[in-house]
Structure formats: structure tokens, C-alpha cells
């Protein structure tokens, strides 16, 4: 039965050493987060288990670390620093088995916080903009309390869910955090340019948020018949769709939609996909599973990283040791692309940091992680060009990787990297 609650009630079922999930990314219930927080004085030890997440995560203030640790399953900006003040921690784990540790009772839950669509005439919500693990969530967790909102859009595929399945709502109606896309630089559309002259008519692609995605995507307009099954988009490919760039025809899995698990974006965004039957959203464990993926040919899978040695160990969730982001969804994708039958798997970065610091290594930080293995890197992409190294010798991978990073780095590096091996 439909009978909201205030915020402040419906959170009282929280109590100490309670293990919280929260719905990811934009669809994170701010209403529910602030009245949880604001219980911190009365609530001890309560875990706090998310991905990424948009908007505020006052609960991650290490003032309040008596009251919460923050277990992050992909380390967004606004938990960083928690983790580094010790009152948070990280859980590696692929995005495609994330949903298995809720279902397996690895990490049993207590509550889930989320936030859905208004209920229709059916008594039917919509996870909207976000489905990832949340399904998994809602199935195990004791309690289930819904924020809903009636700016949420209502996206088709599997987030859709019967009030009867939630234990508490709450009605707080806000915009979703918007996340608009700046114009791409000169070195992001060299990246772009490179990119997508990889791509094949009739491919699928697998991309991320970001600059380079967005400046790949501007460069796809006249390709054609291309599909999308991606853990998430954003609004780059709004008109690509438009223009019937993406039509999904030739994809073997979910053909004729565009597939994805979470998205992050402008209000355009979140307008085009309200009530839109091509955007299909479905649960991580379905979207990145690599048997799943790898049935669409020409399957691309674009993603970046913090670093790249020059064997092509490809470290993209920390900086040495300090943890930044997380595995998520590029191993899934870089494995299910590698599996595709005419896949491309591609790590594409700038050459340097902001400050100048090659990228291209010959050998990762200590403490680094290994994301994606050299022996599933396809092809690496800066702005100086395009390195396959599948199939390669380690002396040739070598000699592509050096001659791809800055040219003020390319000595260096090779000199480096020779004489560490031989001593």
C-alpha cells in the first residue's frame, strides 16, 4: 500500500551496526541520505555501502566517523577523502558481480536506501536512471524505503518494481544532479579522432562519462547502424540515436535498444530517456556479464586509465597505492569486446597529467593495481597515436607504447625501462 512517510520516520528503522545500501549514481535519495545523517548522534557503526554516487554524502564527513564507515564498491569524489581519513574503505569487486554478493548474503544488508519514479495506476515505480545492483539490493535487504520522486524519469527494462516490494516511501520531489559535459580540448579530439577511426559500421560500442568519450562520439556521425550495450552513457549519444547513428540493428543481444545499467547526464538526458521504450536498463549482473556481451559482433570497448606500462598493464583505480576509483565495469567490457568476434578493446588516455607527468611508464607505481591485465589490452590510443599490441612480443609492445607517449618522455622511458629489466 502507497502511504508516505516523512523522511525523519521513515529512517528510524536504521539502528546501530546496520549495514545501509544506496542507490547509485544520479539516483542517490538525497531526502533519505540527510535524514540518516541527520541521526548520527543516535546511531553507531552503521555501514554505508555504495558505488559511486552524485550529490552530497554528508555521512562520509570523518567528524561523523564514530557514527558511519563508508564501504565503497567504486570510490567516487565525493568519498575520497573519507578514505583517506580512515573512516571509509574499498571492496574490489567487478560491477558485474556485485549484484552476487547481496544474493549470496557475502554482504548481507539491513536496509536500502533508493529513490523511483511516481507509482503508476499498477502501483508500478521505476528505478529510473540507475538499476545496477540496486535490484539485488532490494531483494535482500530487511527494509526498503523509496524516495519518490516525480522528476525521476520512468525507463523501461528490468527497474521496474511493485510498491508492494517497498517498505516505506517517502515523497521529496528534486531535480537529479545534472552533469554537463565540457567542450572537448585539442588533445581529447586528436584521442577522438584516433578512436573512431577503430570503429566499424555496424559496431557496438561500450563507453564511459567524460571527455574523450564525448569527443569519439562527435566523430561518429557518419558511421553507420551502430549499436550501444555500455554500463553507462551519457548524453553524447542523444544524437547519434536521433540520426539514426545508433539504431541497435546488428546487435545479437537486446537488438533494436541501447542497453545500459546506470546514467549520468544534463536534464536533456534524463527528458530523452523518460517513458523511451529504445533505452533499456538492466541489473549490472546482466549488462556486464562478458557471456552476454561477447555475443555482439564488433563489440568496442572504450576506456581510460590513470596509467599504462609499457608492457600494457593498464592501472586505472588508484595512484600507487592510494585507492581513487575502483574496478567497476572495464575489465567486463575489455574481456567481453576481447571475446567479441571482430572486438576491439581499447584503453585511450592522454600522453601526460595536467603537470606534465608521462602516463605511458615502464613500469607502474608501487602499490599500483592492474585493472586490466596485458595480456587483455588490445590497442592503447593518446594523442600521438594508436599502439596494438595484441599479439605482440614485450619488445614490440615496448617499442609501441614509447612511441605513442610525449615526445619530451619517449627517451626516458625506453632507457628506463631497459635498464630496469636488465639490471
Do not use: W
Not at 507509482?119 to 545496477?132: A, K, M
Not at 565540457?182 to 561500450?206: H, M, W, Y
Amino acid at each position: 500500500m502507497y502511504s508516505p512517510v516523512s523522511a525523519e520516520e521513515a529512517v528510524k528503522v536504521i539502528k546501530s551496526n546496520n549495514r545501509v545500501y544506496i542507490h547509485a549514481a544520479a539516483a542517490a535519495p538525497q531526502a533519505l541520505i540527510k535524514a540518516m545523517t541527520n541521526r548520527h548522534e543516535e546511531l553507531r557503526n552503521v555501514e554505508v555501502c555504495q558505488l559511486h554516487t552524485e550529490g552530497e554524502a554528508p555521512y562520509a564527513n570523518p567528524e561523523l566517523r564514530n557514527s558511519f564507515h563508508v564501504n565503497s564498491f567504486f570510490i567516487g569524489k565525493n568519498v575520497r577523502h573519507t578514505l583517506k581519513a580512515g573512516n571509509g574503505s574499498y571492496t574490489p569487486v567487478f560491477l558485474s558481480e556485485l549484484p552476487l554478493l547481496f544474493k549470496r548474503n557475502i554482504i548481507d544488508l539491513d536496509v536500502a536506501l533508493i529513490q523511483v519514479s511516481v507509482p503508476d495506476r499498477h502501483g508500478y515505480c521505476s528505478l529510473g536512471v540507475s538499476v545496477e545492483a540496486t535490484l539485488a539490493a532490494i531483494d535482500n535487504a530487511k527494509y526498503v524505503i523509496a524516495q519518490v520522486n516525480k522528476y525521476m524519469p520512468r525507463t523501461h527494462g528490468a527497474g521496474i518494481i511493485h510498491v508492494s516490494e517497498i517498505d516505506m516511501f517517502v515523497e521529496s520531489h528534486e531535480l537529479l544532479p545534472s552533469h554537463d559535459m565540457p567542450e572537448p580540448t585539442a588533445i581529447e579530439n586528436k584521442i577522438g579522432d584516433f578512436v573512431a577511426n577503430l570503429i566499424e559500421d555496424r559496431s557496438t560500442l561500450q563507453m564511459g562519462i567524460g571527455s574523450i568519450p564525448n569527443a569519439v562520439l562527435t566523430r561518429l556521425t557518419n558511421h553507420k547502424d551502430l549499436g550501444l550495450h555500455t554500463e553507462m552513457f551519457s548524453d553524447g549519444v542523444i544524437d547519434l540515436i536521433l540520426k539514426n547513428v545508433i539504431n541497435g540493428n546488428y546487435k545479437n543481444i537486446n537488438r533494436g535498444r541501447a542497453l545500459a545499467t546506470f546514467l549520468i547526464g544534463s536534464q536533456r538526458l534524463y527528458d530523452y530517456v523518460d517513458d523511451n521504450p529504445f533505452i533499456e536498463m538492466r541489473a549490472s549482473n546482466y549488462v556486464n556479464d562478458v557471456s552476454i556481451i561477447k555475443q555482439n559482433p564488433s563489440m568496442v570497448a572504450i576506456n581510460s586509465a590513470i596509467e599504462v606500462d609499457v608492457t600494457g598493464q593498464v592501472c586505472a583505480d588508484s595512484i600507487g597505492p592510494n585507492m581513487y576509483s575502483g574496478v567497476g565495469g572495464q575489465m567486463d567490457f575489455i574481456r567481453g569486446a576481447s571475446l567479441s568476434e571482430g572486438g576491439k578493446a581499447i584503453i585511450a588516455l592522454p600522453s601526460v597529467t595536467s603537470k606534465g607527468i608521462s602516463r605511458i611508464v615502464p613500469s607502474l607505481k608501487p602499490g599500483a593495481g592492474v585493472v586490466t591485465t596485458r595480456a587483455h589490452v588490445h590497442y592503447v590510443v593518446t594523442e600521438y597515436g594508436v599502439a596494438n599490441l595484441y599479439g605482440k612480443t614485450i619488445k614490440n609492445r615496448v617499442k609501441a607504447l614509447v612511441e605513442i607517449a610525449h615526445p619530451d618522455h619517449r627517451e626516458s622511458i625506453d632507457k628506463q625501462y631497459f635498464t630496469m629489466v636488465r639490471g
